[in-house]
């Protein structure tokens, strides 16, 4: 039985993956043998992400050789919804089992502990990801965010609650005038910023994971790749106030050695989450009262 392989280092996120392929049981231990172990174990945090050899039989089948504590080594079987695990001194010693995960597609119940994955998201470090960001096919209140959907809810509560069932009547003309504004001013402008970042996002597409030396990004139908080692410096636009309503709005700006100005809104990738891909490219945060994304490139 030929199952899918594929292969995770330390410096990979949650199901980011490379070398996809189908292999057969000892193809599949020879994969193990030559995989980079004792290198890998080198500043690593022990997690369900961290250097791995996996073999897939389906979403809900999938079985992980990991680094584990202790320069132990550890077998993870996901079944879709819950975890199991089994621990070995030498990775060799996990053989027999994942033999009989060629043979059965699954493992033996008896053999392994169920972990505890109440409140824990699994799927996300067993299940391939492609790290393709776009917002075509989303609509805006798809993209709004939690908190900002909180704050206009709250306002609007007040503003009927005050003109209709406040008892003094006299605040009402006060109440009309003024609630549009403070909604304007501490939730109007999220929206504004959120339609603008929509429509330079609309016809775009983001590629871009943190272990990958690549990522694309431009037009679905003529996207250009890029190496991260051409970026010169990265640029985070963002109000910088604590309590700034839209201060989770970033415009990013990846400055490449050939003069070309990349722009990507946090509707793609928060400015935080971009530097986390992309750790070793200098970076600086830039204050920006409100961080409008102009819709035509330079």
């Known amino acids: 039985m030929n199952l899918t392989c594929k292969i995770q280092y330390n410096t990979f996120e949650p199901g980011e993956f490379t070398g996809i392929k189908n292999v ?14 004792n ?6 945090i022990i997690d369900l992400t961290c250097p791995s050899v996996s073999f897939e039989y389906s979403p809900d089948s999938i079985l992980k050789l990991e680094l584990y504590f202790n320069n132990k080594f550890v077998l993870n079987f996901f079944d879709g919804e819950h975890l199991y695990s089994k621990s070995f001194i030498n990775y060799k010693l996990s053989y027999p089992f994942i033999k009989y995960f060629f043979e059965h597609q ?8 169920k972990e505890n994955t109440i409140f824990k998201n699994i799927n996300k470090h067993f299940i391939t990801n492609e790290f393709i960001y776009t917002v075509r096919g989303k609509t805006l209140w798809q993209l709004l965010d939690f908190g900002t959907i909180i704050f206009s809810a709250t306002l609007i509560f007040l503003f009927f609650m005050f003109m209709f069932g406040h008892p003094h009547k006299p605040l009402q ?26 429509l330079y996002s609309k016809n775009k597409t983001l590629q871009l994971s943190q272990g990958s030396k690549i990522f694309w990004w431009g037009n679905p139908n003529n996207i250009k790749e890029y190496n991260k080692s051409d ?30 100005i990349i722009k990507i809104p946090s509707t793609f990738l928060s400015g935080g989450k971009l530097l986390y891909k992309m750790p070793e490219t200098p970076s600086k945060i830039k204050g920006s009262f409100i961080p409008f994304c102009k819709l035509k490139d330079n």
Do not use: M
């Open 39 to 44: 290198k890998q174990r080198e500043h690593i």
């Open 231 to 260: 970026v010169e410096k990265i640029i985070i636009r963002q109000n910088k106030g604590k309590r700034c309503p839209w201060g989770e709005f970033t415009l990013t700006f990846l400055y490449l050695k050939t003069g070309e």
């Open 106 to 113: 699954t493992i033996d119940f008896t053999t392994y502990k």
């Open 24 to 37: 057969d049981f000892q193809t599949a231990l020879n994969t193990i043998e030559n995989f980079p172990w």
């Open 173 to 198: 003309p006060f109440v009309f005038i003024i609630s549009p504004l403070f909604f304007l001013l501490y939730g109007g402008i999220n929206y504004i910023l959120l339609v603008n970042y929509y």
